[in-house]
Structures are given as structure tokens and as C-alpha cells.
């Protein structure tokens, strides 16, 4: 069974930070590109942030310079600091490979994705 636990979202004051964790099996972790998305009330999920095994970066135009994207591959997890918060990045957050991991469910080839952490931002 595939696992990808986020954490760490919470309600903050825009300007606030918060740091989420993503723990993820061993198998799905190691040597895989891995990448945070998120998903905007009312909009599609989109690619935020992710990150090579060699530590290379890439970030949406929107949250560069404020959202930083980091591995742990002993522990595999995968982590997203995120200052300078604003409204608009609330939105409940998902890890996952990239791209995303497909699991068969009902005869179908889908996209797996875990419960996500939920990120409100205030004004």
C-alpha cells in the first residue's frame, strides 16, 4: 500500500510561515523526483515545488523566494518551509512523486494521493 503522510498545516496570519513534512514509503522515496502540489478552493491541483534526488530545485513563479523545498532521504521525508504567507496560498497541500504516483482502483489507472494538510492563510 502506498503511503505519503503530510503535515504540518495549520491557520496563519499572511507574513506568517509553517513548515509542512511529508513522510513517504522507502521504495517511493529513494532516487524519485518529489514535489508538493496543492489545491486552491474551487481550482485544479498544481505543482508548487519539487525536487531531484541531487537536491535540484524548481518552484511556481508564485512562491519563489518564499517557499523552500528540502529532502531528507535517510528519513525519507520531504519537507516545504514556506514564509511570507499570503492569502492566496491557501489551499490544502499534497506530496507526491513527480509525476504523480498511479495506482489501479476500480479497473482504472489513477493518480494516488494521500489525505493532504490543510494551509489557511489570513489577511
Known amino acids: 500500500q502506498v503511503q505519503l503522510v503530510e503535515s504540518g498545516g495549520d491557520l496563519t496570519q499572511a507574513g506568517g510561515s509553517l513548515r509542512l513534512s511529508c513522510a513517504a514509503d522507502?521504495?517511493?522515496?529513494?532516487?524519485?523526483?518529489m514535489a508538493w502540489y496543492r489545491q486552491k478552493p474551487g481550482k485544479q491541483r498544481e505543482l508548487v515545488a519539487s525536487i531531484k534526488k541531487d537536491d535540484i530545485t524548481e518552484y511556481l513563479d508564485s512562491v519563489e523566494g518564499r517557499f523552500t523545498i528540502t529532502r531528507d532521504n535517510v528519513r525519507h521525508t520531504l519537507y516545504l518551509q514556506m514564509d511570507g504567507l499570503v492569502p492566496e496560498d491557501t489551499g490544502v497541500y499534497y506530496c507526491?512523486?513527480?509525476?504523480?504516483?498511479?495506482?489501479?482502483?476500480?479497473?482504472?489507472?489513477?493518480?494516488?494521493w494521500g489525505q493532504g494538510t490543510q494551509v489557511t492563510v489570513s489577511s
Open positions: 522507502t521504495i517511493l522515496f529513494n532516487g524519485a523526483t
Open positions: 507526491n512523486r513527480k509525476p504523480p504516483i498511479k495506482v489501479i482502483r476500480d479497473d482504472r489507472t489513477q493518480d494516488y
